[in-house]
């Protein structure tokens, strides 16, 4: 039964790193097709035509309704992996108003 534990823990060991340089590999390569797609978005474009360039939903998203009205979206992709980055896309009235790239908020 020890040798089965030990086994175990070996075999964790050695795969945890590769899991980890799968992650930041899949990640990485996911930003830079994130942030091509971005680059062809433009002020102006609809809901609809930015869902159709980015091919997918937005990563993380933010929805609420102005006080005269409007709605308001937020849609987040990571953008650059290295530096820590996600690209925000705001929608006011259905309509890209804002295309703006920050760093990861830290926790």
């Not at 070996?10 to 091509?36: D, G, H, I, M």
């Not at 290295?82 to 925000?88: A, I, L, N, P």
Request: charged share 30%.
């Amino acid at each position: 039964m020890r040798f089965v534990r030990l086994a175990i823990v070996a075999t964790a060991l050695v795969l945890l790193p590769r899991c980890t340089v799968s992650v930041s590999r899949y990640a990485f390569e996911t930003a830079l097709k994130n942030q091509a797609n971005i680059d062809r978005i433009h002020i102006g474009q609809t809901l609809a035509e930015v869902e159709k360039i980015m091919g997918k939903p937005p990563e993380r998203r933010n929805a609420r309704v102005r006080f005269d009205g409007i709605s308001i979206e937020e849609w987040s992709y990571l953008t650059d992996y290295v530096r820590r980055m996600d690209t925000t896309i705001t929608f006011v009235g259905g309509k890209v108003d804002e295309i703006h790239a920050a760093g990861w908020e830290e926790e």
